[in-house]
């Protein structure tokens, strides 16, 4: 079946710092979702992606939809402690690969903390 | 619009007791999504409704899992008996009209502690 695997699983930020994240599958997908779930929160939609080669931003985030549809990756520039938090990508299983219209895939996330 | 809201926020319960988690989607949603998120296995998606209609439930674990959703404001997960090993924070998204495959608003979830 379908998989989204994300790297790096976890990472330590500096305030100030860029951070770049990345999601990646053995099959295609064609639409890309970036979430970010705050604790305690559920997961909000950062950014969509439509489009291979789609590089889409929203303020400090960017994210491009890659070339292979088989991967996507997430950028932010000049992290603020808000920006903690857990990075998801998701895309919407494919009937191809035996998945039902409606359902979509998650990641396992990439877990963003501060530096101590 | 005041989001998607799930009641309750926090349930601990003994086991074989029966659960149910509640949710209301978004105004206007036509797609109502169930997931368990736990560390071991991330985000699962449990069952998703179509205009009320149960469309997937291949996610729900075993029989032990129900869903319902008798109206367009207004779905249920229900356990029973439940199990220690059901503890995981369910959550209920619900999607616009031609955006089920995108934007799903998840509400804030239900953290269910069995014991």
């Known amino acids: 079946g379908q998989q989204l695997n994300q790297s790096p699983q976890s990472m330590f930020i500096q305030e100030g710092e860029d951070v770049s994240m990345n999601c990646t599958s053995s099959s295609i997908f064609n639409t890309w979702l970036w979430y970010k779930q705050d604790p305690g929160e559920g997961p909000v939609l950062l950014i969509a992606l439509y489009k291979a080669g789609e590089l889409t931003s929203n303020g400090r985030l960017t994210a491009q939809f890659g070339i292979t549809r088989k991967d996507s990756f997430l950028n932010i520039s000049a992290s603020i402690p808000s920006d903690v938090g857990i990075y998801f990508c998701a895309g919407p299983y494919s009937t191809y690969y035996g998945g039902s219209q409606g359902n979509l895939i998650f990641g396992k996330g990439t877990k963003l903390s501060v530096k101590p | 619009d005041a989001g998607v809201i799930q009641s309750p926020r926090h349930e601990v319960t003994e086991m074989g007791q029966e659960v149910t988690l509640r949710c209301k989607p978004i105004?206007?949603?036509?797609?109502l999504f169930w997931y368990r998120q736990t560390m071991m296995r991330g985000l699962e998606l449990l069952i998703y409704f179509n205009n009320n209609v149960p469309i997937d439930d291949s996610g729900m674990p075993e029989d032990r899992f129900s869903a319902k959703m008798p109206n367009a404001s207004f779905s249920t997960l229900k356990i029973q008996p439940s199990e220690p090993r059901d503890s995981a924070v369910y959550f209920c998204a619900s999607s616009a009209p031609g955006h089920w495959n995108t934007e799903a608003f998840f509400g804030q979830g239900t953290r269910l502690t069995v014991v």
């Open positions: 105004s206007g949603h036509d797609y």
